[in-house]
C-alpha cells in the first residue's frame, strides 16, 4: 500500500510542477492569445451594513479591470444583518447589473 502511496505522490509532485512551471511563463509573459483570460471570483461580501462601502469600492475595482468575466459564488449577507429584504436584494441587483463584465452569481447557504 505504501509503494502505491509514494507512487501517486510523485506523480502529483510532478504534475504540479509541470503545471506551474507552465502558469509562470504565462503570467511573466503576459500571453495575448485567445486561449488565455483573466476573470474575477468573489464572495462572502458585505455582511454588515458598515461593509456596503466594501462591496461597492470591489466592484467599481473590477470595472476598471480587464476581465472576461465575473464569478460571485454566493453568500450575499447574513439574514441576522438585514440580506433578505427586498431592499437589500434590490441593491445587490443593481450593482450586479453595473458590471461591464459578464457576471455570473450563484447562491450561497446565506442567500
Not at 502505491?4 to 504534475?15: D, E, I, N, S, T
Not at 474575477?40 to 461580501?45: P, R, V
Amino acid at each position: 500500500m505504501t509503494k502505491y502511496f509514494v507512487l501517486r505522490a510523485v506523480f502529483l509532485g510532478v504534475l504540479l510542477g509541470v503545471c506551474t512551471t507552465g502558469y509562470s511563463q504565462l503570467r511573466t509573459t503576459q500571453d495575448p492569445s485567445p486561449l488565455s483570460f483573466v476573470f474575477a471570483l468573489i464572495g462572502d461580501l458585505g455582511y454588515r451594513p458598515e461593509e456596503e462601502p466594501w462591496v461597492e469600492n470591489l466592484l467599481i475595482e473590477l470595472n476598471q479591470t480587464p476581465l472576461a468575466f465575473v464569478v460571485h459564488v454566493g453568500d450575499l449577507g447574513a439574514p441576522r444583518f438585514g440580506s433578505c429584504t427586498n431592499e437589500f436584494w434590490a441593491r445587490r441587483l443593481e450593482q450586479f447589473q453595473r458590471s461591464v463584465h459578464p457576471f455570473i452569481y450563484t447562491a450561497g447557504d446565506n442567500d
